[in-house]
């Protein structure tokens, strides 16, 4: 019996050792994932100052930017849990003073910071979708925003935070990592309610739906998964009106009110009916999932 107990324990004692090693290994190589460079060269696009350029950004930053970073631009939480860590959308006014266009090319389009550095949950894989007139007009604006005094950290996870995403299981959350950076930018199509402008609009829902919109696993740990919006989805039973007015409101035609952390309705109902009429004419149009 000693003899069993005595190998039960050296059997138990390896197992534990090899836990802490494995736990090592993966909370280094989140840690290298957070500081993982990329050595990509930004594009040269003409950064307009005109008037209808600069209400053109400004829309899509209403759009696009502020439900992540904020009302005023000057950043706030999109993780803080003691457990896995703190990441913050950036302040990311004042950026005509502290940020060439090259930079803030970097940022949006590719994910990544002045060194190079991918940046965490930067939804580069939809803005890489724009085109470069937008990209271009949603700079010139940016470059008009006066500095919010809000220092903020980088990020900082704790060793389970590394542990998590070493492992993979925090999802997608360096798109650096996983986009085209080659990718060649999209024509601006004529805005309104026509497929065109429909089909490039919906390139920024790709962020979370997926690149065919088919939905699928959430990147956030033990959140539902995502819905799709093609042809099969639940969006086929909706009409127009509906669809308009949960992108204005976030509620459904049966009722409920979706969370806008879950869909941010409140920064996409910023767009006009006829832009929204137009996505509606894409996702009516898209066959039903592979």
């Known amino acids: 019996m000693k003899k069993v107990l005595k190998w039960i324990g050296i059997v138990l004692a390896g197992l534990v050792g090899l836990l802490v090693v494995a736990a090592v290994v993966l909370n280094i190589m989140g840690g290298s994932r957070l500081n993982k460079t990329h050595d990509i060269q930004a594009e040269s696009i003409v950064i307009p100052d005109d008037a209808a350029a600069l209400a053109r950004g400004e829309h899509l930053v209403d759009v696009g930017c502020k439900s992540c970073h904020g009302a005023n631009l000057g950043g706030q939480p999109l993780l803080a849990d003691p457990a896995i860590g703190l990441v913050y959308a950036a302040n990311i006014s004042g950026l005509g003073t502290s940020h060439s266009d090259e930079e803030l090319i970097l940022a949006i389009r590719h994910g990544l910071d002045q060194d190079g550095r991918q940046l965490v ?25 006066p500095r919010v005094e809000n220092e903020l950290p980088g990020p900082e996870l704790s060793f389970m935070g590394k542990i998590l995403l070493g492992s993979g299981m925090m999802g997608p959350v360096f798109p650096a990592e996983y986009i085209d950076h080659n990718q060649p930018f999209p024509d601006m199509p004529e ?7 429909g089909a490039y609009v919906s390139g920024l829902c790709t962020g979370c739906h997926g690149p065919d919109l088919a939905g699928g696993p959430s990147g956030e740990p033990n959140a539902p998964s995502v819905p799709g919006l093609r042809s099969e989805s639940a969006l086929a039973s909706w009409s127009e009106e509906e669809f308009l007015l949960f992108m204005h409101t976030g509620v459904t035609p049966d009722g409920r009110q ?11 109902g910023k ?20």
């Open 191 to 197: 805005v309104g309610a026509n497929l065109e402008y």
């Open 258 to 268: 979706i969370d806008p952390e879950a869909m941010p309705w409140e920064s996409f």
């Open 121 to 145: 949950i930067m939804p580069a894989e939809a803005f890489i979708n724009l085109s470069a007139e937008d990209l271009g007009a949603a700079i010139a604006y940016l470059k008009t925003v």
């Open 271 to 290: 767009f006009e009916d006829d832009e929204l009429q137009g996505l509606w004419l894409h996702l009516q149009s898209l066959p039903p999932a592979g």
